[in-house]
């Protein structure tokens, strides 16, 4: 299990100096049904920035469906990217961008390189660190220790509050450990994974289900709270 620490819909690695996060969904807004703008690009921005100040990493690797839109990206669309993009380099952070299945216009508005899945490196114990990022849609090509991906947007609903989680399965595909990342995006509905079994999961990586545990990150406390795997939580709920 590599050292990691979460944070705002986030995952730090410090081993590698690398902060992960996932479906930002850049855009999304402009797909929402309403008459006011919702304040996705300010948010975003914000977010990230506290992020990189609290973290201070080396790279940020965005893990897919950075874009919300299949068809388009509109001029508010590039600048929001940007913003994120800015807000990085301005602290001499690489932004390093995975391909989703959302992402079939992000190289119209991103010159830099795409990745399908992204090894973090750096060393763990005097071992190399073989943590891979991926979206999750598909399987990966690469093997390693540590899966860490999005895609599904895992909510957790505990004493009738609904909030975002981190699923954690330990050796659970391919013999490597599973980090799902909720959606970066605020605006993203997110699905209640209460009553989920293997297969209501979107990722072809969640081979277990009941051996997933949540993570939640209480941003009221900034506390870090491990829930037993799902097989045991959900029959306590």
Partial sequence: MPEFVVGDRAVFFPASEALVVADPHVGR?????????????ADLRD????LLDR????KVVFAGDVLHSFSRASAA??????????ACRERGVRPILVVGNHDTMLASVWDGPLYDEYRLGGRQGGECDETLV?????????DADCYVVGHDHPTIS????????FLYGPGSYRGGDVLMLP??????PGVEINRMRTSDFQSPLVTDADALRPVVFDESSGETLWFPPLGTFRRLL
Avoid: K, N, Y
Wanted: hydrophobic share 35%; aromatic share 6%; net charge negative.
């Fill in 77 to 86: 669309t590039a600048e929001s990217l940007g913003d994120l993009v800015d």
């Fill in 47 to 50: 977010r990230l920035v506290a």
């Fill in 183 to 188: 959606a970066f995006s605020r605006l993203a």
């Fill in 55 to 58: 973290f201070s990493p080396a």
């Fill in 158 to 165: 505990i004493e009738g509050q609904r909030r975002p989680c």
């Fill in 29 to 41: 807004d402009e797909a929402s049904e309403v008459a006011f703008p919702l304040g996705e690009r």
């Fill in 134 to 142: 991926c979206h999750g849609h598909e399987e990966p090509d690469g």
